[in-house]
């Protein structure tokens, strides 16, 4: 073992070199290859981005090259064997067999948090390849410094981070593992603007210091593209054509296949899609009042009970007053943390006010009374719709058809409409499917249909285009936009600044919470 | 929930041994009080309880807001016994089919003496116990099989996640239109539902804390631990502590002659 040398601490990795020949990978139960005929060469030490159509096999070449491929697919299920054709290497060996050599980063933060102390999380990996104590913690202290965490001291709580803080802890821990290349997949889908370039910041900083090879998946080109040296298009394989689209320097890329890229919904730098305008002016204060919160404080506790003491929540924020008129689009923006969710639910009648009021006008009410959270659940759906962030929270049946189904079945009226709104959505060809399993853009559109079957007079949508590619973000936006001037209001929380310009309307800016004292 | 068993910043003696020498002490003083129901023993035990109290850490506000529930069940508990059993001696108050005497109300104290004193020290085990110190312990000291003990540590901190998850749910699934109110079939359907969705949740991000785990090298073979599990002078003492209180409480109950072994009967 020995003492470890301040050499150790501080040396380069030796940059890993990727090599697929004709490779392939077919998920155990799925009738179609996830990737097929793959033909790529990474040099050690480049670093390139991958994009790419959902469904073009990216994150399975990610978690293939991380050797984690196999055994624990996403759905959990095992039904059948999985098929692997052709080759893929890392340094000319299989990636499962060499544990360590790659450091693999996903999308949903909570998860790639592990231990719930900052310095043990970035030990675990470190610990696993049996590296010796006293140089896990050096690989932890500089790993920390490395991502710009240094500051916190190492028992410091995981779960006080923000998303952006676990990503870099992430990134930390895959650090202390000294790997030669790093993939990250998408990385910062689910990170606010802020967030997004402390993330991609810190990647740059690493990478720049260790020279390990990386492999970035991403949408969103801009933030990434001084970084990499090369970009790669996949596309879903066939048996004829060659999984790799494109391959060369970003610029290039980019010059080549900019409006292809934008037609197969990438967000290629500069390029906002078009989408549909609104008739007449949208600030216009034309529409009928349906909704108020007056002075309203929010939070998502409830009540807390110590001993026999109820205690109130200590509200996230605190008077907020906002008006929700018949088509007119309300955007609520801010940081991270500020409370805009949490707003957004309390006026959709989700949550119970701390302090304040919601109050329904008649013309939104008729008759179900004027506080938004005594209404029952179906006088809720025909008045104020929500779609929440994640769409699978909201999935309540196994098919498409019943998802879309439900509310108007509940209702009793309505059901006519759900062929439009299918037809509308482009959801028409997988009315059978299990909602589940579809991409990440149909998920969002069918949690926007099958919210607004049941015809509500107010839409209130928490971040409706996080992680969208372009094509589901214009087909959105357009649709709103049509909504908006059929007279729904539409309310949405939103860091996406192109997103509110698109649907005009007012803004309502939350200020970041202050730490109030209990 | 998750904010009171943050135990960061608990600076107190007990919080520094190891979690193991805490097991055994805990688990001598109560399988003493398990052997007996007489007021001396449990007393007596309780007596020390309190003392170490500081040691952990826990002030009486802390402790009540922590075992509150324990606490009702241990007075429950004792009056319903001394209501409930055989009244031998004088009677104290009859009111009807209740009727509590002097040796039923010595049993009540008894029982609920004890039940505190089982209690309580589990209060103070998880309030000077990190449950990651605990499984270095258990995976370091005891030897259990890391896979297993690192696994369960991991799968722990997405419980409190899960409290989350559930409300988000919840609100998720009354804004598609199921109600969680109205009658008791009502609810208990959209509860069902609820536990449907959360379990297909907690199983995705299960199988994604799996993948990360696993992409950081976890379940190979041999691994080092960033941690030492440690026993030092402070866990002898711990288990000195732990013998000399459940010794006490048998011999002040033996020589005071209420030892009353639970099943010999009264």
């Known amino acids: 073992m020995g003492a470890p040398s301040r050499h150790e601490a501080s040396v380069a990795v030796r940059p890993a070199a990727v090599t697929a020949r004709g490779w392939g990978w077919r998920h155990a139960g799925r009738a179609k290859p996830a990737v097929r005929g793959l033909d790529l060469e990474i040099r050690p030490g480049e670093r390139v981005l991958l994009l790419g159509p959902s469904g073009a096999g990216k994150s399975t070449l990610l978690h293939a090259l991380a050797g984690v491929l196999g055994d624990m697919d996403d759905d959990g299920g095992d039904a059948g064997e999985s098929d692997e054709t ?20 996903q999308q949903d933060p909570e998860t790639q948090v592990v231990l719930s102390r900052v310095g043990d999380d970035v030990a675990f990996g470190a610990e696993n390849l049996a590296v010796p104590r006293d140089a896990i913690w050096a690989r932890v202290h500089e ?35 000294r790997p030669g290349l790093i993939l990250l997949d998408e990385p910062t889908a689910n990170l606010d603007p802020a967030g997004v370039l402390e993330v991609r910041d810190a990647v740059g900083r690493c990478v720049d210091k260790t020279g390990a090879t990386l492999v970035v998946v991403e949408h969103r080109v801009s933030v990434w593209k001084d970084l990499v040296d090369r970009i790669v298009v996949l596309q879903p394989g066939s048996a004829t054509e060659d999984a790799v689209l494109l391959d060369g320097p970003p610029d290039q890329v980019l010059a080549d296949a900019r409006t292809m890229l934008a037609a197969a919904g990438v967000w290629v730098p500069g390029y906002v899609p078009g989408t549909r305008a609104r008739s007449g002016n949208p600030a ?44 007119q689009a309300l955007a609520i923006t801010g940081p991270n943390g500020a409370g805009k969710s949490t707003f957004a639910l309390t006026l959709a009648g989700l949550l119970e006010p701390v302090a304040g009021k919601v ?16 209404w029952k659940a179906e006088q809720l759906i025909e008045r104020i719709g929500t779609v929440f962030q994640e769409p699978e929270h909201q999935f309540v049946t196994g098919k498409v058809l019943d998802e879309l189904l439900f509310g108007p079945r509940h209702l009793g009226h309505g059901e006519e409409r759900v062929d439009e709104l299918l037809e509308r959505l482009r959801l028409t060809h997988l009315v059978d499917a299990n909602p589940y399993t579809l991409s990440g853009g149909e998920k969002r559109r069918l949690s926007v249909a099958t919210v607004l079957a049941a015809h509500p007079r107010v839409l209130v949508l928490d971040e409706p285009t996080f992680g969208q590619d372009a094509n589901t973000w214009a087909e959105l936006a357009s649709f709103l936009s049509e909504l908006l001037d059929s007279g729904t209001a539409v309310v949405s929380v939103t860091h996406d600044a192109e997103f509110t310009a698109a649907l005009g309307g007012t803004e309502l800016r939350m200020a970041a919470a202050e730490p109030v004292a209990p | 929930m998750r904010q009171e068993l943050n135990l960061r910043g608990n600076q107190a003696l007990l919080a520094r041994a190891n979690p193991l020498s805490k097991f055994a002490a805990v688990f001598l003083i109560t399988a003493v009080l398990a052997l007996s129901i007489d007021w001396v023993s449990a007393s007596v035990a309780l007596a020390f309880e309190f003392l170490l109290f500081p040691l952990a850490g826990l002030t009486l506000t802390l402790l009540w807001q922590r075992g509150w529930p324990l606490i009702l069940a241990a007075a429950v508990g004792g009056w319903s016994t001394s209501i409930l059993a ?24 008894g029982f609920m003496l004890r039940g505190l004193a089982i209690a309580l020290p589990a209060v103070l085990l998880m ?60 609810r208990l359907k959209a509860t069902l539902g609820q536990s449907f969705g959360l379990l297909v949740q907690a199983i995705r991000r299960a199988s994604r804390l799996a993948v990360t785990m696993e992409a950081r090298g976890f379940g190979g073979g041999r691994r080092t631990w960033a941690r030492e599990s440690t026993f030092s002078a402070l866990d002898a003492w711990v288990l000195a502590g732990g013998v000399v209180m459940a010794g006490t409480a048998v011999v002040a109950a033996v020589s005071l002659g209420t030892w009353n072994m639970v099943w010999l009967g009264s």
């Not at chain 2, 312990?137 to 890391?146: D, G, S, V, Y």
């Not at chain 2, 598609?176 to 008791?184: E, F, M, Q």
């Open chain 1, 86 to 105: 052709g080759s893929l290497l890392v340094d000319g060996a299989v990636p499962r067999e060499q544990r360590g050599r790659a450091g693999l980063m």
């Open chain 2, 127 to 186: 309030s000077c116990t990190d449950p990651t110190d605990l499984a270095d312990a258990l995976a370091q000291k005891a030897r259990l099989p890391h896979r297993f003990v690192l696994g369960t540590l991991a799968a722990m901190r997405l419980v409190g996640l899960m409290a989350e998850e559930w409300q988000t749910i919840g609100m998720a699934r009354r804004a598609r239109g199921v109600g969680s109110r109205g009658n008791a079939v009502q």
């Open chain 1, 284 to 327: 216009a204060g034309s529409g009928g009042l349906l909704l108020a919160a007056e002075n309203l404080a929010v939070s998502r506790e409830r009540p807390r009970r110590s001993g026999f003491r109820k205690v109130p929540p200590v509200p996230v924020q605190h008077d907020i007053s906002a008006q929700v008129r018949a088509g």
């Open chain 1, 359 to 374: 109050s329904a006008t008649l013309d939104l009410s008729r008759g179900a009374g004027i506080d938004p959270y005594k």
């Open chain 1, 143 to 177: 790993a920390l410094d490395d991502v710009g965490l240094s500051r916190l001291p190492r028992d410091h709580p995981t779960s006080a981070l923000s998303g952006g803080q676990k990503q870099r802890l992430a990134l930390a821990g895959i650090l202390a593992m």
């Open chain 2, 86 to 109: 055989p009244d031998s001696g004088r009677t104290l108050i009859d009111v009807g089919i209740w009727t509590m005497s002097e040796g039923s109300l010595e049993l009540g104290i």
